[in-house]
């Protein structure tokens, strides 16, 4: 087994890769020295969770406020970022502390890239020493013998876990990031093998024409890469770890997935590369990663919102009986699954009919429907082409279907079903989102570019000028974590929201529109409109 050994010294630091029985001989070999071997990751486990080489926690004091924090809530990440690079709230100014700032640059070589402009950083002190920096840790004094705000919490940490520690902190210098040239900024698109065609198409020529003017605007030109993935899911890592040797890239922008993306959040959050905003129905909503931004939830959040409106009914009609129908393998499944967790939450009973998978549009439905009729609640997770088959409606007392996966205002939804159907729409509804839209699709139509799927189109364009937006906030420092933390900032200020009403990213959330109204069908002069049933939940 070969484990990384920091050998701590109050005067000096040394780090060396060797085998666990090296170690120990390392420690004797140092006897003036405080030293243990701690795992390679307890610098990252203590910023990043506050969890200590032994595995005890973090502990935080903040004497004179009479405060003490412990494990997660204590960790260095809550205050200086993943990045390290540090963050301003109001009038609070948290300073960058990775390696170079506290260290002035005397780590890196002559070709280190510029230190990114941070608000927060102290200018007006000497560099730090690894003793300095162990006893601003530990006691909150800078190296000009000047007390850090109460603010900061103290740690008593022991040698071998401060050593750790500022090992990490060394290694968050600003480093070269692949795909960032001194003229260029490389971008990948993913495309699943399975994403519609007709999407596809859409999406790239929103993609390409934004990328072209960003060659005449941007101080940086913008590259694009396709990766287009083929074959089966297992294979897809090894294309995506092949396409970025080849085409390295500073993020991955926009793209478009059928019902599973879920390797590629893998590989992005492995690789640790920003992966922003693409067009997928079942993100992964997974606690703790990172580097993945999504508008929305998808039909996760669909089979949320159907789930809360179901337990509401539940509290009037305790022995509610649910059926859900789908077909094997799309999107729906993932969705049915969120769901049929949530209602057995409540107690409710669910039953899941699943239609063959890429079946004859409508094959199986009308069976599926006949066993639904024992039900009184109905869920169908149906594209258009099984929805438009559907028939006349069973006797059930509540339907719900997908709005995403329907195809939002255009469902072919037949107009029997419309007095019972209510539809989980994720999305502002038509007569409210107008002016939200007019910019882009104004833009679209300047460019002469075909609308075949707006609301995929829309969000396209969206990510792209959050990217532009979030460039300027970069200013020359294309650091990945940086770019994420930066966006989380300014995406509720972003002036163009698309096809939802708001768009938020707190400190570690990955989804910007959080909720949808439960809508309804209905028709006028010929007319079919989606028209809010609901307040806009928030599950
Ligand atoms: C609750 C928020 C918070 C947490 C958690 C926190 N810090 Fe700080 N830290 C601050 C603030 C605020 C300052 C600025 C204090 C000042 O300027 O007086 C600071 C300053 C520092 C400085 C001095 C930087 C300089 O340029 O002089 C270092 C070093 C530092 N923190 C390291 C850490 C480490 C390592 C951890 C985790 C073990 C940590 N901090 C956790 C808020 C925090």
């Given at each position: 087994m070969r484990v990384l050994v920091r050998v701590w010294c109050p005067t000096r630091w040394s780090s060396s890769l060797v085998t666990a029985s090296l170690a120990i001989a390392a420690a004797c070999a140092l006897p003036e020295c405080a030293t243990a071997a701690v795992p390679a990751s307890a610098g990252e486990s203590i910023y990043l969770r506050g969890v200590l080489g032994s595995g005890a926690?973090?502990?935080?004091?903040?004497?004179?406020?009479?405060?003490?924090?412990?494990?997660?809530?204590?960790?260095?990440?809550?205050?200086?970022?993943?990045?390290?690079?540090?963050?301003?709230?109001?009038?609070?100014?948290?300073?960058?502390?990775?390696?170079?700032?506290?260290?002035?640059?005397?780590?890196?070589?002559?070709?280190?890239?510029?230190?990114?402009?941070?608000?927060?950083?102290?200018?007006?002190?000497?560099?730090?020493?690894?003793?300095?920096?162990?006893?601003?840790?530990?006691?909150?004094?800078?190296?000009?013998?000047?007390?850090?705000?109460?603010?900061?919490?103290?740690?008593?940490?022991?040698?071998?876990?401060?050593?750790?520690?500022?090992?990490?902190?060394?290694?968050?210098?600003?480093?070269?990031?692949?795909?960032?040239?001194?003229?260029?900024?490389?971008?990948?698109?993913?495309?699943?093998?399975?994403?519609?065609?007709?999407?596809?198409?859409?999406?790239?020529?929103?993609?390409?024409?934004?990328?072209?003017?960003?060659?005449?605007?941007?101080?940086?030109?913008?590259?694009?890469?396709?990766?287009?993935?083929?074959?089966?899911?297992?294979?897809?890592?090894?294309?995506?770890?092949?396409?970025?040797?080849?085409?390295?890239?500073?993020?991955?922008?926009?793209?478009?997935?059928?019902?599973?993306?879920?390797?590629?959040?893998?590989?992005?959050?492995?690789?640790?590369?920003?992966?922003?905003?693409?067009?997928?129905?079942?993100?992964?909503?997974?606690?703790?990663?990172?580097?993945?931004?999504?508008?929305?939830?998808?039909?996760?959040?669909?089979?949320?919102l159907i789930g809360t409106e179901l337990a509401r009914l539940a509290r009037d009609a305790p022995h509610l009986a649910v059926v859900q129908v789908y077909r094997a393998g799309d999107s729906g499944q993932a969705a049915a699954h969120v769901l049929t967790t949530r209602l057995r939450e409540h107690g409710l009973s669910v039953r899941d009919q699943i239609l063959t998978a890429g079946g004859a549009s409508g094959r199986g439905v009308a069976a599926a429907l006949r066993e639904a009729g024992k039900a009184n609640a109905l869920v169908l997770w149906l594209r258009p082409d099984d929805i438009a088959a559907l028939g006349s409606p069973p006797a059930v007392a509540h339907v719900y279907l997908s709005g995403l996966m329907g195809g939002l205002e255009v469902i072919p939804l037949p107009a029997s079903w419309r007095r019972v159907a209510r539809l989980a729409y994720p999305v502002d509804t038509p007569d409210h989102r107008g002016a939200q839209l007019n910019y882009p699709l104004g833009w679209f139509s300047f460019r002469k570019i075909p609308i075949v799927a707006a609301q995929v189109q829309v969000d396209t364009y969206l990510a792209c000028s959050l990217m532009t937006e979030v460039s300027s906030h970069l200013a020359d420092s294309y650091v990945r974590p940086y770019l994420i933390e930066q966006l989380q900032g300014m995406v509720e200020h972003h002036l163009v929201t698309g096809y939802y009403p708001h768009l938020t990213l707190g400190y570690r959330q990955q989804f910007a529109s959080k909720g949808g109204y439960i809508a309804r069908l209905t028709e006028e002069h010929g007319t079919v409109q989606v028209v809010a049933d609901s307040d806009w939940i928030v599950p």
């Open positions: 926690p973090l502990a935080g004091t903040r004497e004179s406020a009479g405060i003490s924090t412990q494990g997660a809530d204590a960790a260095c990440v809550n205050c200086h970022q993943r990045s390290g690079l540090g963050s301003t709230e109001g009038r609070i100014l948290i300073p960058p502390i990775t390696g170079d700032y506290l260290f002035h640059g005397h780590v890196h070589g002559g070709d280190a890239p510029p230190l990114p402009y941070v608000e927060s950083m102290h200018g007006n002190r000497s560099a730090y020493t690894p003793a300095t920096l162990a006893r601003a840790i530990r006691e909150g004094v800078d190296p000009e013998g000047r007390t850090l705000s109460s603010l900061m919490p103290r740690y008593a940490l022991d040698d071998a876990d401060m050593g750790a520690l500022v090992e990490y902190l060394k290694g968050l210098a600003v480093h070269r990031v692949p795909g960032v040239t001194p003229s260029e900024l490389h971008f990948a698109t993913i495309f699943t093998p399975d994403a519609d065609p007709v999407k596809r198409r859409g999406v790239l020529d929103v993609l390409e024409h934004y990328i072209v003017e960003q060659h005449r605007l941007a101080n940086r030109r913008w590259q694009l890469h396709v990766w287009q993935l083929t074959g089966p899911a297992t294979t897809w890592r090894a294309q995506l770890e092949h396409h970025l040797q080849s085409e390295p890239v500073f993020a991955v922008l926009s793209g478009l997935a059928g019902s599973n993306w879920g390797p590629v959040h893998e590989f992005c959050e492995q690789n640790a590369i920003p992966c922003l905003f693409p067009n997928v129905e079942v993100p992964v909503a997974a606690d703790g990663d990172f580097y993945s931004l999504y508008f929305s939830k998808g039909v996760l959040l669909e089979a949320e």
